[in-house]
């Protein structure tokens, strides 16, 4: 089993920027892509980054320019920095990550932390 754990959440004025951190533990032998998705009230879940184990990234069209994500493939964490903050960025923010549990591809599961709020005050 893995756990993904997300932190740095919170409450921020417009303008302003957070970073949040996605912890992956458990029985990890590799993870591929990486991702950060949000939600919002009465909307449906959204990608707002990914990035692969190579180190590719992508982003929202909503996010381009404001939001960097990045990973530590060593300490099996990823980031997203998001800059120039918008009421429009409030949502609860998810971890994904694609995880072998072993060399084998059975192995190979989806896993979702449990979500952090972001909330952006105008």
């Known amino acids: 089993q893995v756990q993904l754990v997300e932190s740095g959440g919170g409450l921020v004025q417009a303008g302003g920027s957070l970073r949040l951190s996605c912890a992956a533990s458990?029985?990890?032998?590799?993870?591929?892509?990486m991702g950060w998705y949000r939600q919002a009230p009465g909307k449906q879940r959204e990608l707002v980054a990914a990035?692969?184990?190579?180190?590719?990234?992508n982003y929202a069209t909503s996010v381009e320019g404001r939001a960097t994500i990045s990973r530590d493939n060593a300490k099996n964490t990823m980031f997203l920095q998001m800059n120039s903050l918008k009421p429009e960025d409030t949502a609860v923010y998810y971890c994904?990550?694609?995880?072998?549990?072993?060399?084998?591809?059975?192995?190979?599961?989806?896993?979702w932390g449990q979500g952090t709020q972001v909330t952006v005050s105008s």
């Open positions: 994904h990550a694609d995880v072998y549990s072993s060399r084998y591809q059975r192995s190979r599961r989806d896993y």
């Open positions: 458990g029985s990890i032998f590799s993870i591929n892509a």
């Open positions: 990035i692969t184990g190579g180190g590719a990234t």
